[in-house]
């Protein structure tokens, strides 16, 4: 009877954790971790959570590319590298991927991106300008080809 009141509490745990945000089987399995619950329990568990819909990892996968997309315009090298992270296989990204056209839409997301931070860079003379800004956008997962393209468009503004 203690086995399934520990069995209960600690289902009751997980369902709060995995309903606060939608998570990777990764994440809960670090979650199991942490708690140092033993591999039949793990197995059991995970299983129940599957069956109530609490993992699953396309889901997962659609809401953290959506999230990235509203708050942080990250690009796609940033956001697979982030999904990996988490544990999702690159078929599954990939998937995704192709399902949100994000490839496709880099050269707006960059520039969605810039449009939050230029003017931090508007009075920089036009090579520190270049420089700046490339690694702006390399560091967050864009393209060279998709950095330059946008840097091309912004000094041609200026």
Do not use: C, H
């Not at 009877?1 to 998570?23: C, I, S």
């Not at 090298?77 to 998937?95: V, Y």
């Not at 994000?102 to 230029?118: C, L, P, T």
């Amino acid at each position: 009877m203690k086995n399934q009141n520990e069995f209960t509490t600690l289902f009751e745990k997980l369902v709060k954790f995995a309903t606060l945000r939608p998570r990777s089987q990764k994440e809960i399995t670090d979650y199991f971790q942490r708690k140092r619950v033993s591999s039949e329990t793990q197995i059991l568990l995970l299983a129940k959570l599957k069956s109530f819909g609490f993992v699953d990892d396309v889901d997962f996968t659609r809401w953290w590319v959506d999230q990235r997309l509203a708050f942080r315009q990250t690009g796609e090298k940033l956001l697979k590298n982030e999904l990996r992270l988490k544990g999702i296989s690159d078929e599954t990204i990939l998937s995704v991927f192709k399902e949100k056209d994000i490839v496709k839409d880099q050269k707006k997301i960059a520039n969605e991106f810039m449009s939050k931070k230029i003017n931090r860079y508007k009075q920089l003379p036009k090579n520190e300008f270049r420089k700046k800004v490339y690694g702006l956008l390399l560091r967050n997962g864009f393209d060279w080809d998709i950095a330059k393209d946008v840097i091309d468009e912004l000094l041609s503004k200026k």
